[in-house]
C-alpha cells in the first residue's frame, strides 16, 4: 500500500535559517507528489509538485522540493525562513491514475524571531 | 477567479443526528474530493467525483456518503453522527484529469456532542 513519512513532527527555526522539511513516500511506480501547508483554522494551501521531468520543481513562497528516486524522498527547502512561514506542512503522493491524495502525518514549523 | 467555497464553515451537531456539508469547486473544475481531518488520523480520503459519478472511494462506513450536481458542486452527507466524525472536513477542487493539482477549500469544522 501507497504511504507518506513525515519523520519530523515539530521543527523548530530560527528567522533566517535555512529549512529542510523530509517526506518519503512508499510507492512502486512513478509518485505524483505534492507539498500542502496548513496554517491554524485553514484549508491546504499547494505548495508545489512534482509529475515527472526535472527533479528540482520550485513553488511559491520561495520553497522547493527535490525528487530522489533511489531515496524515495520529497524533501522541501527553503533557505530563509520567514516568521509568516510558521504553519503545519503535509506532503502527499497520488498513486498513478488515481485523482486521490495520501498525506503524511504533517511537520509543525515554529519561527524563532 | 473565485475558490473553493465550503459551507458552513463551523457546525455543531448532536450525536445520532445526520449532516449535509457543500462545496463549490472552482469555476470550469469537475472534480471535487473530500477529505477527513483529524488529529488522531490526520488527512484521511473519503471519496471523488467526477461528472457526477463516485470515481473512488476511501475506507470509510457507508454512513459516510457523496454527491454531486451537474455544475459540478458536491455535498457530502454524514448520517447517525458519532463522537469520532468531528474534524475538519475539507474540499479540495481539481480540473478532473487523471491526476491534477488539488485546490482545497476553507473547510467545515464539524463537532458532534
Known amino acids: 500500500a501507497q504511504s507518506v513519512t513525515q519523520p519530523d513532527i515539530h521543527i523548530t527555526v530560527s528567522e533566517g535559517a535555512s529549512l529542510e522539511l523530509r517526506c518519503n513516500y512508499s510507492?512502486?511506480?512513478?509518485?505524483?507528489l505534492f507539498w500542502y501547508v496548513q496554517s491554524p483554522g485553514q484549508g491546504l494551501q499547494l505548495l508545489l509538485k512534482?509529475?515527472?521531468?526535472?527533479?528540482l520543481v520550485q513553488g511559491i513562497k520561495g520553497f522547493e522540493a527535490e525528487f530522489k528516486r533511489s531515496q524515495s524522498s520529497f524533501n522541501l527547502r527553503k533557505p530563509s525562513v520567514h516568521w509568516s512561514d510558521a504553519a503545519e506542512y503535509f506532503c502527499?503522493?497520488?498513486?498513478?491514475?488515481?485523482?486521490?491524495?495520501?498525506f503524511g502525518a504533517g511537520t509543525r514549523l515554529a519561527v524563532h524571531p | 477567479k473565485a475558490g473553493v467555497t465550503q459551507t458552513p464553515r463551523y457546525l455543531i451537531k448532536t450525536r445520532g443526528q445526520q449532516v449535509t456539508l457543500s462545496c463549490s469547486p472552482i469555476?470550469?473544475?469537475?472534480?471535487v474530493s473530500w477529505y477527513q481531518q483529524t488529529p488522531g488520523q490526520g488527512l484521511q480520503f473519503l471519496f471523488e467525483?467526477?461528472?457526477?459519478?463516485?470515481?473512488n472511494k476511501g475506507n470509510f462506513p457507508g454512513r459516510f456518503s457523496g454527491r454531486q450536481f451537474s455544475n459540478s458542486r458536491s455535498e457530502m452527507n454524514v448520517s447517525t453522527l458519532e463522537l469520532g466524525d468531528s474534524a475538519l472536513y475539507l474540499c479540495?477542487?481539481?480540473?478532473?484529469?487523471?491526476?491534477?493539482?488539488?485546490?482545497f477549500g476553507q473547510g467545515t469544522r464539524l463537532t458532534v456532542v
Open positions: 479540495a477542487s481539481s480540473a478532473g484529469g487523471r491526476v491534477t493539482e488539488a485546490f
Open positions: 510507492y512502486g511506480a512513478t509518485p505524483y
Open positions: 512534482y509529475f515527472s521531468g526535472d527533479t
Open positions: 502527499a503522493v497520488a498513486p498513478e491514475g488515481y485523482n486521490k491524495l495520501i
Open positions: 469555476s470550469g473544475h469537475r472534480s
Open positions: 467525483y467526477f461528472s457526477e459519478t463516485q470515481r
